[in-house]
């Protein structure tokens, strides 16, 4: 088995969290073969890791989001837009490789404490 990468899930300094990449993994087993499985996977671990930390959508303020095919776009679009609803986080994408070659998305995100 693989050593496990040498990352916080998330750091907070001065009133923003910084989280780590989610990608669509639930209790180390990859979700889903298609790319809107992933997404909502993906999205649905970052829902998790704000709300560990008493954080929800609404608080995340920018993302950094990560996809392998370029095609995937439009489908990415609308999760992103019904995960968040307006006002959109400020966002970033980027077309990336994985290390893990079946993952087809990754996203990152900074969030702002009230």
């Given amino acids: 088995m693989p050593k496990p990468f040498p990352l916080s899930t998330c750091r907070e ?3 923003l969290v910084f989280f780590s990449g989610q990608v669509p993994l639930n209790n180390g087993e ?3 073969d298609d790319f809107a499985e992933q997404a909502r996977q993906a999205f649905q671990n970052l829902a998790h890791a704000l709300w560990e ?3 929800h959508e609404t608080d995340v303020i920018k993302c950094n989001c990560y996809l ?3 095609s995937d776009m439009p489908r990415f679009n609308e999760i992103y837009e019904g995960f968040f609803g307006a ?3 400020a966002r970033t994408t980027i077309l ?7 993952f087809l998305i990754e996203i990152e ?3 702002q404490r009230g």
């Fill in 30 to 32: 990859l979700i889903g």
């Fill in 53 to 55: 930390v008493g954080l």
């Fill in 87 to 89: 006002p959109f986080p």
């Fill in 96 to 102: 990336a490789e994985f290390p893990n070659p079946a």
């Fill in 68 to 70: 392998r095919n370029a």
């Fill in 13 to 15: 300094a001065s009133g």
């Fill in 109 to 111: 995100a900074i969030a």
